[in-house]
Structures are given as C-alpha cells and as structure tokens.
C-alpha cells in the first residue's frame, strides 16, 4: 500500500512539473476581419459620396439643362479635368498594392525584428541649392508690393543672393579655396583703397538697377518649389536602402531593382564642399568593389550629419536572423 502511495504521489508531481503549452492564438493568426471590414466601410463611404456629389450637380443642372452648352471650352475644360481626377482615382486604386514607395519600405524595415539599424536616402536635384533665392523670391514679392521701397534695391538684393546660390550649385567650394578668396579680395580692396578708387568701385554697382515686377518673383519662386517638388516624388521610387547585411537600389514604382551584398560595395561620404556643408547637404558615393568599370552611385542627401552617422552604424554591423539564432 505504501509503494501504491508513493508511485502514486510521483505521478501527481510529474503532472504538476509539466510545462503547460497556452492556447493563446499567435499574432498571425489573429482575425483579419476588422481590417477587412474597415476597408469596405472606406471604399462604400467613397463610393456613396461620389453618388451624392454626382446627384447633387445632376439635381442642380436639370432646371438648367436647356441653357448649358455642353460642347463649349468651358465645358470641355471641365470634362478634361473630371476626366483628369477620375484617372488618378482609378490609378491610385489599381496600383496601391504594387506601388513600392520609399516611405513603405521604410515602414517593411521598421517592422522587422531582425534589423535595427538602417538607412533609406534618395538623391535630391541640385536645383534644391537655390532654396535662399527661392524664399529670397517669395520675400521680394511680398515687399514689392509696397511703394515706399525702390525697386531697384529689392532687384540687387535678390540679385546677390542668386549670385551667391549659383556659386554654391555650381562649383566645389572647400575651405581652401574660400580663404583665398578671402584673401584675395582683402588684398584687391587694399590695392583699391592704396589708388582711391574704392568708393568709384563701389558705386558702379549702382549702375545695376535690377528691377522686376510681383509676378516675375513669384514666377521664379514658383518653378523653383516645383523643381524641388518633382526630385522628391522620384525618390518615392528610385532611392537606396541600406541594412547591416545589403544594399537595395530601388529603380521603379514597383519592386524592379537590385540588391547586393554588404561585402561587394564600399560607401564613402563626400562633405569637400563647405558651402554645401553650411546648407546642411552631402553626398553619400557608393562604388561596386567587382564591376570596377561601373559608374558609382551619387546621392545628395540633407541633414548629412545624421546620415553619415546613421551609415556608420549600418555598416558597422551585421544582423543575423532570430530563428538561426534559436537553432
């Protein structure tokens, strides 16, 4: 009777000693129905607006149908740009799922276990340099509307300042170069000043009389936030993304590019221009280690402090999988 007791208590601890497996569903299996549901909601509020704007400019237009004449420019204006909103509509609705952003890949990473540092850059045009001469434009339309200031002083000064932007954009200026410069036009000055031709120097700038209307500056202004604008919806599809274990160089709207690994390309980052520098700009150049002859990839980046910060912690690391780790 004794062993029967003892036998049987072991029996009770090896019950209570095993682990107990939870019945909690895991994340991927969990329902997607809400979400499923939240989308018909969204696509049938959509489409039911659509139908009460359409009945409501039906129901305006009847009265009036006799006297609308519907194959005049005006209305032809209006079916192009119905025409118009309609197609993007429908584009926006047939590529959402192929469409493959920088901002989704960005959200893919962010979203992975596995990689904790990365980096998503694009190339920004040049002609976004010229953001002083573009806030300058905006500004001298502003102040142009007012009589008590001479248009010629807001024509120089924005003249100087478009100058000096075009410097910027368009030559490599280092440190060296701008101090002799510098020392240049000290040493030029001094050589005026010697002659006592500085002030008759200084007053052909006044033969400048630069002067434009309100429109002119919000015209420039106007096609420089386009230009700017137009770069970054490219990077939207041709950028680069940067993980400890490969490169992706994204080349369309949908998944057309190449990816190669961390040991076959080498990133090298390019501040050698100070005025650049001062704007806050850089270039990140990638070279291919085995195709020599192939072009290196040149992105200009903004705010490349943290950049190249950020790519010094991606390249210095190496992610390995979770569940090769486990094994």
Same mark, same amino acid.
């Given at each position: 009777?004794?062993?029967?007791?003892?036998?049987?208590?072991?029996?009770?601890?090896?019950?209570?000693?095993?682990?107990?497996?939870?019945?909690?569903? %895991?994340?991927?299996?969990?329902?997607?129905?809400?979400?499923?549901? /939240? %989308? =018909?909601?969204?696509?049938?509020?959509?489409?039911?607006?659509?139908?009460?704007?359409?009945?409501?400019?039906?129901?305006?237009? !009847?009265?009036?149908?006799?006297?609308?004449?519907?194959?005049?420019?005006?209305? &032809?204006? &209006?079916?192009?740009?119905?025409?118009?909103?309609?197609?993007?509509? *429908?584009?926006?609705?047939?590529?959402?799922?192929?469409?493959?952003?920088? *901002?989704?890949?960005?959200?893919? +990473?962010?979203? @992975?276990?596995?990689?904790?540092?990365?980096?998503?850059?694009?190339?920004?045009?040049?002609?976004?340099?010229?953001?002083?001469?573009?806030?300058? $434009?905006?500004?001298?339309?502003?102040?142009?509307?007012?009589?008590?200031?001479?248009?010629?002083?807001?024509?120089?000064?924005?003249?100087?300042?478009?100058?000096?932007?075009?410097?910027?954009?368009?030559?490599?200026? $280092?440190? %060296?170069? *701008?101090?002799?410069?510098?020392?240049?036009?000290?040493?030029?000055?001094?050589? !005026?000043?010697? #002659?006592?031709?500085?002030?008759?120097?200084?007053? #052909?700038?006044?033969?400048?009389? #630069?002067?434009?209307?309100?429109?002119?500056?919000? !015209?420039?202004?106007?096609?420089?936030? *386009?230009? =700017?604008?137009?770069?970054?919806?490219?990077?939207?599809?041709?950028?680069?993304?940067?993980?400890?274990?490969?490169?992706?160089?994204?080349?369309?709207?949908?998944? $057309?590019?190449?990816?190669?690994?961390?040991?076959?390309?080498?990133?090298? +980052?390019?501040? $050698? @221009?100070?005025?650049?520098?001062?704007?806050?700009?850089?270039?990140?150049?990638?070279?291919? %280690?085995?195709?020599?002859?192939?072009?290196?990839?040149?992105? !200009?980046?903004?705010?490349?402090?943290? /950049?190249?910060?950020?790519?010094?912690?991606?390249?210095?690391?190496?992610?390995? @999988?979770?569940?090769?780790?486990?094994?």
């Amino acid at each position: 009777m004794e062993e029967q007791s003892v036998e049987g208590s072991e029996s009770v601890v090896e019950k209570q000693a095993e682990p107990k497996v939870s019945q909690e569903p %895991k994340a991927s299996e969990e329902p997607k129905a809400p979400k499923r549901n /939240k %989308k =018909i909601l969204l696509w049938g509020g959509a489409v039911l607006g659509v139908v009460l704007i359409g009945w409501g400019l039906i129901h305006l237009l !009847l009265p009036k149908a006799k006297e609308v004449a519907w194959f005049s420019n005006q209305m &032809i204006a &209006i079916y192009i740009a119905i025409g118009a909103i309609g197609g993007g509509i *429908l584009a926006g609705f047939l590529f959402r799922k192929p469409l493959r952003t920088r *901002l989704r890949m960005q959200k893919v +990473i962010k979203e @992975d276990a596995d990689i904790n540092d990365w980096l998503v850059i694009f190339s920004w045009t040049p002609k976004i340099l010229y953001v002083p001469t573009i806030v300058a $434009s905006f500004l001298a339309a502003v102040v142009s509307c007012f009589d008590s200031v001479p248009p010629a002083a807001i024509g120089g000064v924005w003249a100087a300042v478009f100058f000096l932007n075009f410097l910027i954009e368009e030559y490599n200026v $280092s440190i %060296k170069i *701008l101090l002799i410069a510098l020392v240049s036009i000290g040493f030029f000055l001094l050589w !005026l000043h010697l #002659l006592d031709w500085v002030v008759p120097f200084l007053r #052909l700038f006044k033969r400048i009389a #630069l002067s434009m209307n309100t429109a002119v500056y919000l !015209l420039v202004g106007i096609i420089g936030l *386009l230009a =700017i604008s137009i770069s970054w919806l490219k990077g939207l599809f041709y950028y680069v993304t940067v993980t400890p274990n490969y490169m992706n160089l994204q080349e369309g709207p949908t998944e $057309s590019g190449e990816q190669i690994g961390r040991e076959d390309y080498n990133s090298r +980052i390019d501040t $050698s @221009d100070f005025l650049e520098r001062l704007m806050g700009f850089g270039r990140i150049v990638i070279t291919f %280690k085995e195709d020599r002859k192939r072009e290196p990839v040149v992105v !200009l980046v903004w705010r490349i402090q943290s /950049k190249a910060q950020m790519l010094e912690r991606v390249r210095g690391k190496l992610a390995i @999988d979770h569940q090769a780790a486990k094994v």
